[in-house]
């Protein structure tokens, strides 16, 4: 959601989000249901250095705060992009309080800031770590377990509603021993989310836009091969055999292996400029089972 220099002020947003809802739009006109997910690494960021840059005037706010600002906000661009029976529903994910991230926080989140920097934050709980170009809060990026709030955007879209749900993977929250609820510091992967709110809702086809027209073998090599149609088992081996790197490409590769194997009928991987080919034909990486391979059908 930036401009075409990188730059990340509102308007320059605003546009990237109208340019991406012209191909959703593309696919409600082609009749196809839509529920929709979507990252904020960087708005989340930008919200964290408010914080910090006035955590001595104003208490900052916690990450799960943060996340449900964001999806509130990114959400509000979405529905002006693309009118129509379009609704956000803020939403929840429930992650374990048991799972090992939340013992060794590695995810690094926001700016870099000098060692002094991140000492005065550490006073209010946060966890810093340095790196080659300085110190950087790091939290935990536990699996998303279950989308609590699947049951709303499954009642909006049985009401003809476009639904944008599970914006940055969800506001993260774990489940106490009385039942409640609470919320955590954490990061959730986008595309992990992403299939566990494709499951959730029943979707039959998980589509994953992204800035390449295929998951690549060999990627930024000579032997660089593109991946067409693929069965999960095909993709666990090349994800074994490390083809995937774990910042960009592996997640969505996971993501995509799960949803199939969870149930689902396809994944699919390719630019956003081509989603709409990609639900009406073979285009990108297509995730399916042997048996659905085996169908001749196109989608």
């Known amino acids: 959601m930036t401009g075409p220099d990188g730059s990340a002020a509102p308007e320059d947003q605003r546009r990237a989000i109208e340019e991406a809802m012209r191909h959703v739009a593309e696919l409600r006109a082609h009749g196809h249901q839509v529920i929709l997910t979507h990252g904020n690494g960087p708005q989340v960021g930008n919200v964290l250095l408010k914080n910090q840059l006035t955590a001595d005037v ?25 009118g129509g029976r379009t609704a956000v529903v803020v939403t929840r994910t429930l992650v374990d309080a048991a799972d090992p991230a939340f013992a060794d926080p590695v995810k690094p989140i926001g700016r870099y800031f000098t060692e002094e920097e991140a000492a005065r934050f550490e006073r209010f709980g946060e966890t810093w770590r340095r790196f080659d170009k300085g110190w950087r809060r790091v939290v935990a990026s536990p699996e ?42 954490a990061v959730i992967d ?71 194997e969870n149930g689902g009928e396809r994944a699919v991987i390719t630019t956003l400029e081509r989603i709409g080919e990609a639900l009406d034909g073979e285009v990108g990486t297509v995730v399916r089972t042997a048996a659905g391979h085996g169908t001749g059908e196109n989608g």
């Open 58 to 82: 104003v208490p900052p706010v916690p990450l799960d705060w943060c996340v449900a600002t964001t999806q509130a906000t990114i959400g509000t661009l979405v529905l002006n992009a693309l």
């Open 144 to 185: 998303p377990v279950e989308i609590l709030d699947a049951e709303a955007a499954v009642a909006l879209m049985e009401s003809g509603f476009t639904v944008v749900a599970a914006g940055g993977g969800g506001v993260p929250v774990v489940r106490e021993p009385d039942g409640t609820l609470r919320g955590v510091a």
């Open 190 to 260: 986008k595309d992990l989310a992403a299939a566990v709110l494709a499951r959730d809702v029943k979707a039959s086809t998980l589509v994953i836009a992204t800035n390449v027209p295929h998951a690549f073998v060999g990627y930024g090599t000579p032997q660089q091969r593109p991946i067409g149609r693929v069965t999960p088992e095909e993709l666990r081996a090349l994800q074994a055999e490390g083809h995937f790197a774990r910042g960009s490409m592996g997640p969505k590769i996971e993501a995509a292996a799960r949803f199939v």
